[in-house]
């Protein structure tokens, strides 16, 4: 079992494409039950390393541990149970275009092969009514809805069997103010009513405000600093000092007194 | 905290035993998550509608560690969709039911159709008419299109017609001359063979010539360039709808008609006639070293007699029959490719679609010249 309450721990990795480096010696362990936001500049990472947590890419060097056991080298019993246990919300949703709303978000239980169709139903309409989606959307295609009903969805799927870790690439992008406040106090409710951890990238400082426990800021190929926000807009270094405290950043930090 | 995590694979268990009162009550324990249920899920769905027949029982759900909504549907589902008379809740769990008993709502029934079969007939009439029209439309259009670069010559997208040539005409060039070869062997091998018995060598020159040059080299390459290049051309233009492509060309005032399609039925008009002419030639090479080896004729007798066995309309029909087929296989490739919605299965059923119908069109298109120029050429 994990040591130090890591859920999630990345160990000395290293990410190259080709000859360009992108990680070099990154740490880092994610606690049960935080919300831990990846922030960086475009190129700098955040969804590699992600993507590395998730097992879709392998690392140069180095290893990641997901639930205290290493992502390579496990039987496809254990790759399954560690997939059934996280979510995954992508940035453009990536719903099943060939499923309605209501088979994507009951793929993933009929694929467990336990529940029968009365319980999945029950379940399905649960997480709808979780995401504030009205039942008349169930038998929609996904090619007839906006772009924040695929998000809510992609969420619904992402939340289909209860997952103790969640994984969000950009929850908030392509949303606007208002949708995405909403979609934020969304996450917040259902992190509040089940526990589980959450991995998010994002660039909207609004949300990483409203939902991190704990930042860690990717520049320069390192992990420039990792903690609470607090401890971390006080940390010396370029990027943070553009991201945070440009007008943008401070206005939203003062609005929720964090300066 | 760290109890939480070595705890999650304790199971759910139902403990039922009678309190100091008397009265009988369920306790029960363990974490009722999903992960943690597993296998078990039947067997206590089972157990939990076995305990539910006795109303009066008190359930206890305090020593619950963990619940999730799979685990509260479980427990819904085995007492019938409501809350028991008698229910003992954390608080935190308190709102995973609320939200259940918001929600439920009893299956509804679907009334079975039994007009089905006229519903699937009409429609699959009405489908066909709509791809009738869309053709038609799609026609007319090119039409209006040359019209206008007629007047603007500067216009005429010569970079697309050239690229389309190359990629449906010279990039075709290997496979049909493999498979146009093969056919030619083949078909002089059996030839030869009847004509053997009848010592009538001489006239596998007039069976080569007529059966490659009038149909075999058009339809060859016409069923091969339907396969290779109308399946391209659909599943394009499906992949260009999928990601927004399409739109993005018409808000910048570029008409599909004339930058996409236009370029398309030109450049598979012009490649198809010299596929077919190639096709043909590489059909009776393969049928004159067949027929050297079999029969022991010379190349130079059979292409001395070629000219008087087959006359030169022939030649011409497979020309013209490229010709169209070409157009019709580039025209019904870019219908169906506009037609695709933008998701994944529309792709691939679009795509199955627009070959299985230019394949068919291409042997119609084969028909209707056969009948019209039944007296051309043949002696």
Known sequence: ?259 | MMAEIQGSNSPMVLRRVTGADGIPRVIVEGNCTLTALGERIRPIAAELSEYATTPELQWDLTQIARMDDAGAVLLWRGWGNQRPRYLFLRPEHERLFDRLEETWTPPSKVAPDRLWPIMVLGKAVFLLWEHLVGLVILMGQLVLEIKYLAGRPSRIPWREISANLYRTGAQALGITALVGFLIGVVLSYLSSRQLQIFGAHIFIVNILGISVIRELGPMLAAILVAGRSGSSMTAQLGVMRVTEELDALTVMGIPHSLRLILPKVIALGLAMPLVVLWTSAVALIGGMTVAELQLGLGYKFFLSRLPDAVAVSNLWLGLGKGIVCGMAIALISCHFGLRIKSNTESLGEGTTNSVVTSITVVIIIDAIFAVIFSDVGLR
């Open chain 1, 1 to 259: 079992m994990p040591k130090n309450n890591c859920i999630i721990e990345v160990e000395e990795l290293y990410t190259q494409f080709g000859n360009h480096v992108v990680h070099e010696n990154i740490g880092l362990c994610v606690q049960f039950g935080e919300v831990l936001t990846l922030v960086g500049g475009s190129g700098s990472g955040k969804t590699a390393l992600m993507r590395q947590m998730l097992g879709l890419e392998t690392p140069a060097q180095g290893t990641v541990k997901v639930f205290g056991e290493p992502l390579r080298g496990r039987n496809r019993q254990q790759i399954q149970n560690m997939r059934n246990r996280c979510g995954v919300l992508f940035q453009k949703g990536a719903l099943f275009s060939a499923l309605s709303v209501y088979d994507n978000i009951a793929l993933p239980m009929r694929e467990l092969r336990t529940l029968d169709e009365d319980m999945i139903r029950d379940l399905v309409m649960l997480k709808l009514e979780m995401v504030e989606i009205a039942p008349v959307h169930a038998n929609k295609m996904p090619a007839e809805l906006s772009g924040g009903m695929i998000k809510r969805i992609a969420l619904a799927r992402a939340m289909a069997l209860d997952p103790e870790l969640l994984f969000l690439d950009e929850p908030t992008a392509g949303l606007d103010p208002e949708l995405s406040e909403g979609f934020v106090k969304l996450i917040k409710t259902m992190q509040s009513e089940l526990t589980f951890t959450i991995v998010m990238a994002t660039h909207d400082l609004d949300t990483l405000v409203a939902l991190s426990d704990r930042v860690a800021v990717l520049a320069d190929k390192r992990l420039v600093a990792l903690g609470t926000l607090r401890e971390v807009i006080h940390t010396q270094h370029a990027f943070i000092s553009n991201f945070f405290c440009g007008v943008r950043g401070r206005k939203t930090l003062e609005n929720n007194s964090i300066l």
